[in-house]
């Protein structure tokens, strides 16, 4: 139960990878260029451990987010200088959440944009006005078990293996607005939650 535990705030860090905006944008980049940017894919992951990382060591160890040991070590200051970007970042990707949501609904079942945005905003303050972070981890687990689902896409597509392996080696190094637009998109994913990580 320890264990479980101490893994709940770092897969709660771990599923903000898998938020609308990043889905969207592995799956046009997909789209265009198969399995060529898998590496760079790759490549990131690192990157995006060593901020889910960190924000689990802030969260465990010191018990406070960014903003609040930049406020304690540099001042009020610098805490603001760092809090108010986080803030319109956090609150852009909130809107967009809320965006590819609408879509996806809009797409797959004709539900009104403004009724799955509406429903889905409400569900979203009223999950903040519990005031326990126990009960938003534990509905955040469990919708984050429906990304096995992934999984299960992988395989009813049944991709070429051969494909991949040979996709994974072919970068697409091309400096066309298509091109730069996609790289652009795939970075930014992974630097922005690097940011909210924080």
């Known amino acids: 139960m320890r264990l479980l ?12 990878d898998t938020d609308g905006s990043c889905l969207i944008t592995a799956a046009d980049s997909g ?12 490549i990131l992951v ?4 060593c901020a889910q990382e960190l924000t689990v060591r802030l969260a465990l160890v ?3 987010g960014l903003c609040a040991l930049i406020r304690q070590e540099a001042g009020p200051r610098w805490a603001w200088i760092v809090a108010v970007p ?16 609408g879509q996806t609904l809009l ?26 972070y126990a009960v938003a ?22 991709p070429s293996g051969s494909e991949i392996w040979s996709d994974l080696w072919t970068f697409p190094l091309s ?17 922005h939650l690097c940011y909210i990580g924080s």
Not at 5 to 12: E, R
Request: charged fraction near 10%; glycine fraction near 8%; aromatic fraction near 10%.
């Open 5 to 16: 535990m101490t893994m709940g705030p770092g897969l709660m860090v771990c599923f903000a």
């Open 31 to 42: 789209s265009e260029w198969r399995y060529k940017l898998l590496l760079l894919q790759i």
């Open 46 to 49: 690192p990157i995006l451990y």
């Open 62 to 64: 010191r018990g406070k």
């Open 86 to 101: 986080l803030l319109l970042d956090c609150v852009l990707a909130l809107i967009s959440e809320l965006n590819v949501v």
């Open 107 to 132: 797409a797959c079942w004709g539900c009104p944009l403004w009724v799955s945005c509406t429903l889905f905003a409400l569900a979203l303050m009223l999950l903040a006005l519990t005031g326990s």
């Open 137 to 158: 981890e534990k509905v955040g687990l469990a919708m984050g078990i429906l990304q096995v689902f992934f999984f299960a896409t992988i395989f009813m597509n049944r």
């Open 175 to 191: 400096l066309s607005c298509r091109a730069t637009s996609t790289y652009s998109g795939v970075l930014s994913e992974a630097l």
